[in-house]
């Protein structure tokens, strides 16, 4: 009996090791990846979950970051609305946070444009493929010039405070994945050519 149950236990232990091994190789692609963007250990801790999705591939790599950041500004979309119900705000604040909401509302709609474009890319060569990862790479650009505008409304002494910090922490965090992401569809579509 003793013998059996030892058996049984490597086996689990061999079995176990062949499962780490296969996960590994894709975690080390999602790090030499994420080595060559702004943020490498944002990028790595948002895109390891999805290792197993991401395999090692880059198409599927660039469109993961992409979803990383769209539902990172979903997030920061619904939080923006919940503070600008706050009542204690003061009414610049008020303003500038819809002028906040408003860019973080354009770059989700960039990031949902650019998802789709990138699927389309997966299907073309050539011309075609290129101009359309042209447009995911506008797209995606553009998305971040808007999360970097949306700090503008909150520029001046007045501003300072807690909101404006508030929402700074919630833009930089959705800069920073946007960042990472537009990154790593510029390096698939050097892949790709």
Request: glycine share 4%.
């Amino acid at each position: 009996m003793e013998t059996k149950t030892l058996i049984l236990i490597a086996v689990c232990c061999l079995a176990g090791t062949t499962a780490f091994a296969a996960v590994k190789p894709t975690s080390n692609y999602i790090k030499s990846s994420c080595a060559t963007v702004t943020y490498p250990a944002l990028c790595e801790q948002s895109l390891t979950p999805f290792a197993k999705t991401i395999k090692s591939s880059p198409s599927q790599l660039a469109r993961t970051a992409l979803a990383v950041s769209f539902k990172q500004s979903q997030s920061t979309q619904a939080y923006l609305n919940k503070l600008k119900r706050f009542k204690g705000l003061k009414p610049r604040e008020r303003s500038a946070i819809g002028d906040c909401l408003e860019e973080v509302s354009d770059s989700l709609d960039r990031v949902s444009k650019s998802i789709n474009e990138l699927k389309t890319c997966d299907r073309v060569k050539g011309q075609e493929f290129t101009w359309h990862m042209s447009n995911v790479q506008t797209w995606v650009s553009s998305a971040l010039t808007d999360e970097n505008t949306c700090m503008d409304g909150f520029g001046g002494r007045a501003m300072e405070g807690r909101i404006k910090t508030s929402v700074g922490a919630q833009i930089t965090s959705v800069a920073h994945v946007t960042s990472n992401a537009l990154a790593l569809v510029n390096s698939f579509a050097q892949k790709k050519h």
